[in-house]
């Protein structure tokens, strides 16, 4: 009775998210090892730049790509991640129908508890920030170089799109740690459901 779920006469199958986690956690692993192979590669650039002595402003832009790359790397892994765990939760989803189905009789699945709202609410929250604070960092980084940006001003945009990072990364995280606590209540769920059907 500590559950909330819904009967059926056939296994529902996996939710929409459960179903485009399935389908994106491996591409979003793909594109994190790209992305930050190429926030490498930049930094590798603008390293060789300050040891030649190039412009300040070159230099400057490079450090406002080096970022943007790092940290669409960055939502892209903990994508990847999320999108792993809601692929964990579709097999439990999935799997229990299916037992319940061969078995015969009412298929029983659980709502979606509370932490997996909040686990994925926190996620688009923190790949907003990490994607909107690159994309700034892209935008300056082409004001410095077409001498639309001063230094200054590109200092200042760097240390605040910091803090917007560094919030979305921590927010990202949480998230991770609050998806992961859904799989306890699914596991319990499921225990409860199987005892029940041994007792019938």
């Known amino acids: 009775t500590e559950f909330e779920y819904e009967t059926t006469r056939a296994n529902p199958g996996l939710n929409g998210p459960q179903r485009m986690g399935t389908k994106l956690w491996a591409p979003m692993w793909v594109m994190a090892l790209m992305l930050f192979g190429a926030g490498f590669i930049t930094a590798l650039v603008r390293a060789q730049t300050l040891a030649d002595g190039g412009s300040e402003s070159t230099i400057a832009a490079l450090g406002h790509v080096v970022s943007g790359l790092t940290f669409l790397g960055f939502?892209?892994?903990?994508?990847?991640?999320?999108?792993?765990?809601?692929?964990?939760?579709?097999?439990?989803?999935?799997?229990?129908?299916?037992?319940?189905?061969?078995?015969?009789?009412?298929?029983?699945?659980?709502?979606?508890?509370?932490?997996?709202?909040?686990?994925?609410?926190?996620?688009?929250?923190?790949?907003?920030?990490?994607?909107?604070?690159?994309?700034?960092?892209?935008?300056?980084?082409?004001?410095?170089?077409?001498?639309?940006?001063?230094?200054?001003?590109?200092?200042?945009?760097?240390?605040?799109?910091?803090?917007?990072?560094?919030?979305?990364?921590?927010?990202?995280?949480?998230?991770i740690a609050v998806g992961l606590a859904t799989i306890p209540t699914v596991l319990r769920f499921q225990t409860a459901r199987i005892t029940e059907l041994g007792a019938g």
Request: hydrophobic share 60%; no cysteine.
């Open 75 to 175: 939502a892209a892994v903990f994508a990847a991640i999320s999108f792993a765990i809601a692929r964990i939760l579709g097999v439990f989803r999935s799997g229990g129908g299916r037992v319940q189905e061969a078995i015969g009789g009412e298929v029983k699945t659980l709502e979606m508890p509370a932490t997996a709202k909040l686990f994925m609410a926190g996620m688009m929250i923190a790949m907003m920030a990490l994607v909107i604070a690159s994309i700034i960092h892209f935008v300056v980084a082409a004001g410095v170089s077409a001498g639309t940006t001063s230094l200054a001003s590109s200092e200042t945009a760097a240390i605040t799109l910091e803090a917007v990072r560094r919030t979305g990364v921590a927010l990202y995280l949480v998230s």
